[in-house]
């Protein structure tokens, strides 16, 4: 782990690394802080703000692309999650937020590769099966293994509130992500089926529910 100085973009939002996230900057502060960041080809920290306060721990995003400019200045941008963060200690020496970080990384893999197999194939079938119910289809990958943990792909796509969200950030080994989601996902298929029963008896019956 080493110390960093990163811009900070407070959002009520928890990003993923791998996760994609688009964003409208309209602020002339955060305008001025994405043109740091293009100027100097660096990352941004996202970092959760919610009604409890500002988290510790967030994720840094990279500008993919540059969607839009308009004419005020305002601008669209593609972003994508990559590193986690601790921050440290808040600047206030310009007009955006900066914060003193240190990246953390993932406890070394403990488990037998049998036990990880076998997690991860119950993961995959729950996961599979509340996608189904979410999304009316399977969830489809590429095929090429991705760099980003499965925990961080999964929960990106799944209705956890902001509070699981940030939970499942903080947690340091793979694992244990695996097994939080395995007891969230158990949680809220009851749920999903529920609510897919009556949205199919609804339309059944000519109606749709809002």
């Known amino acids: 782990m080493t110390d960093s100085r990163i811009p900070l973009f407070p959002l009520n939002i928890v990003l993923y690394p791998g996760a994609t996230l688009p964003l409208h900057i309209f602020e002339p502060r955060y305008r001025q802080m994405i043109q740091h960041c293009l100027r100097h080809d660096c990352e941004f920290g996202v970092i959760l ?3 409890k306060g500002v988290a510790t721990v967030g994720c840094t995003a990279v500008i993919t692309r540059k969607l839009k400019d308009y004419d005020d200045g305002r601008m669209d941008i593609l972003t994508q999650g990559r590193v986690i963060f601790r921050a440290l200690n808040l600047l206030h020496e310009k007009e955006y937020h900066e914060a003193m970080v240190e990246f953390l990384t993932d406890l070394p893999k403990v488990s037998r590769e049998s036990a990880r197999h076998q997690e991860e194939g119950a993961l995959l079938g729950l996961f599979q099966e509340c996608h189904t119910l979410i999304y009316g289809q399977l969830w489809v990958t590429s095929g090429i293994e991705s760099p980003w943990p499965l925990s961080f792909q999964m929960a990106a796509r799944l209705p956890l509130d902001l509070e699981e969200k940030q939970a499942l950030l903080e947690i340091r080994a793979e694992s244990d992500r695996r097994s939080f989601l395995i007891e969230r996902l158990n949680d809220m298929r009851p749920r999903l089926g529920q609510l897919h029963h009556a949205r199919r ?10």
């Open 49 to 51: 703000a919610g009604e």
């Open 201 to 210: 008896h609804a339309a059944g019956n000519g109606h749709s529910l809002n």
